[in-house]
C-alpha cells in the first residue's frame, strides 16, 4: 500500500473513532478558526472601522461623548465587571482553581488546566502584538489603557480562563446540574466582561469578536484534548 493510501487511511480510522460529539466540537472549532482569520484580515484591511465607530458612538450621549448611555450605576457597574477580566483576577481564579483540582485529587487535569490558560495568555500576547491595532480614539475612554486593541485581551483572556475552568472543572463533577451550571457561568462572564469593554470606549467590538473566537477555540481545543486523553479518575 502506497504511503499516502495509508496515511488516508489512518485519518479516516481516527475520525470514524470519534463519538457524534467529538466531530461536533470539530467543527465549531473550525469554523472558529476561520470566522477569526476572516475577522483579522478584515481589521487589517480597515474593512470594519465604520462599523465598529458606529458601535461606539451608539454607546455613547451625542451631545457629550465622554458620557454613556444609561444611569450612573450602569457605569460604575461596567467599571466593575470589567475587572473580572483583568489580569490579577484570572490569576487568582486559576490558582484557585488549580486547587481545587489538586485537593480533589485530579492532578492531571490541574497542571493541564494551569498550562492551558499559561498557554492562551501567552498567544493573546503574540496576536496583539502581530496585529498591533490602535485603541479606539473616537470616545473618551472611561477606563485607562496602555497596551494594543486586538484581538480584545480582557475578551481573549475571560474566554481562555473562565471557559477552560468551567469545562476541566466541570469534568470532576458527578452531577450534570453542576456541569451545566459552570459552563453557563463561564459563558456568561465572558459576555460581560467583552461587552464591558466596548461599553467603556477602550475596544472596538470587532476587537472583542476576535477576542472571544480566539479564547473559546482555545479553550475548546484544551477541552477536546482533556476529553480524549486525560482520565477525570481522582489519583
Same mark, same amino acid.
Given at each position: 500500500?502506497?504511503?499516502?493510501? !495509508?496515511?488516508?487511511?489512518?485519518?479516516?480510522? !481516527?475520525?470514524?473513532?470519534f463519538?457524534?460529539?467529538?466531530?461536533?466540537?470539530?467543527?465549531?472549532l473550525?469554523?472558529?478558526?476561520?470566522?477569526?482569520?476572516?475577522?483579522?484580515?478584515?481589521?487589517?484591511?480597515?474593512?470594519?472601522?465604520?462599523?465598529?465607530?458606529?458601535?461606539?458612538?451608539?454607546?455613547?450621549?451625542? /451631545?457629550?461623548?465622554?458620557?454613556?448611555?444609561?444611569?450612573?450605576?450602569?457605569?460604575?457597574?461596567?467599571?466593575?465587571?470589567?475587572?473580572?477580566?483583568?489580569? /490579577?483576577?484570572l490569576?487568582?481564579?486559576?490558582?484557585?482553581?488549580?486547587?481545587?483540582?489538586?485537593?480533589?485529587?485530579?492532578?492531571?487535569? $490541574?497542571?493541564?488546566?494551569?498550562?492551558?490558560?499559561?498557554?492562551?495568555?501567552?498567544? #493573546? #500576547?503574540?496576536?496583539?502584538?502581530?496585529?498591533?491595532?490602535p !485603541?479606539?480614539?473616537?470616545?473618551?475612554?472611561?477606563?485607562e489603557?496602555?497596551?494594543?486593541? @486586538?484581538?480584545?485581551?480582557?475578551?481573549?483572556? #475571560? $474566554?481562555? /480562563?473562565?471557559? /477552560?475552568?468551567?469545562?476541566?472543572?466541570?469534568? $470532576?463533577?458527578?452531577?450534570? #446540574?453542576?456541569?451545566i451550571?459552570?459552563i453557563?457561568?463561564?459563558?456568561?462572564?465572558? @459576555?460581560?466582561?467583552?461587552?464591558? !469593554?466596548?461599553?467603556l470606549?477602550v475596544?472596538?467590538?470587532?476587537?472583542?469578536?476576535?477576542?472571544?473566537?480566539?479564547?473559546?477555540?482555545? $479553550?475548546?481545543?484544551?477541552?477536546?484534548?482533556?476529553?480524549?486523553?486525560?482520565?477525570?479518575?481522582?489519583?
Amino acid at each position: 500500500m502506497a504511503f499516502h493510501q !495509508r496515511v488516508t487511511r489512518r485519518v479516516v480510522e !481516527r475520525v470514524m473513532t470519534f463519538e457524534p460529539i467529538g466531530l461536533m466540537m470539530i467543527a465549531f472549532l473550525a469554523g472558529g478558526l476561520f470566522v477569526f482569520f476572516r475577522l483579522t484580515d478584515e481589521v487589517l484591511e480597515g474593512e470594519t472601522r465604520a462599523f465598529d465607530e458606529k458601535i461606539l458612538l451608539a454607546l455613547r450621549n451625542a /451631545t457629550d461623548l465622554a458620557t454613556p448611555l444609561g444611569p450612573y450605576w450602569l457605569n460604575h457597574a461596567m467599571g466593575d465587571i470589567t475587572a473580572l477580566g483583568g489580569v /490579577t483576577v484570572l490569576t487568582l481564579m486559576t490558582v484557585m482553581g488549580t486547587a481545587f483540582l489538586l485537593l480533589s485529587r485530579q492532578k492531571a487535569i $490541574a497542571l493541564f488546566m494551569f498550562l492551558s490558560i499559561a498557554g492562551g495568555w501567552l498567544l #493573546s #500576547s503574540l496576536l496583539k502584538l502581530g496585529v498591533a491595532r490602535p !485603541r479606539p480614539d473616537i470616545v473618551p475612554h472611561l477606563v485607562e489603557v496602555s497596551d494594543l486593541s @486586538f484581538p480584545s485581551g480582557h475578551a481573549m483572556l #475571560s $474566554a481562555v /480562563t473562565y471557559l /477552560t475552568l468551567g469545562a476541566l472543572l466541570s469534568r $470532576a463533577q458527578p452531577y450534570r #446540574s453542576t456541569r451545566i451550571f459552570l459552563i453557563s457561568a463561564a459563558i456568561f462572564l465572558t @459576555f460581560i466582561i467583552g461587552f464591558s !469593554r466596548v461599553y467603556l470606549g477602550v475596544h472596538y467590538p470587532t476587537d472583542v469578536l476576535g477576542g472571544w473566537c480566539a479564547g473559546a477555540t482555545w $479553550a475548546l481545543t484544551c477541552w477536546m484534548i482533556a476529553r480524549r486523553y486525560i482520565s477525570a479518575v481522582p489519583e
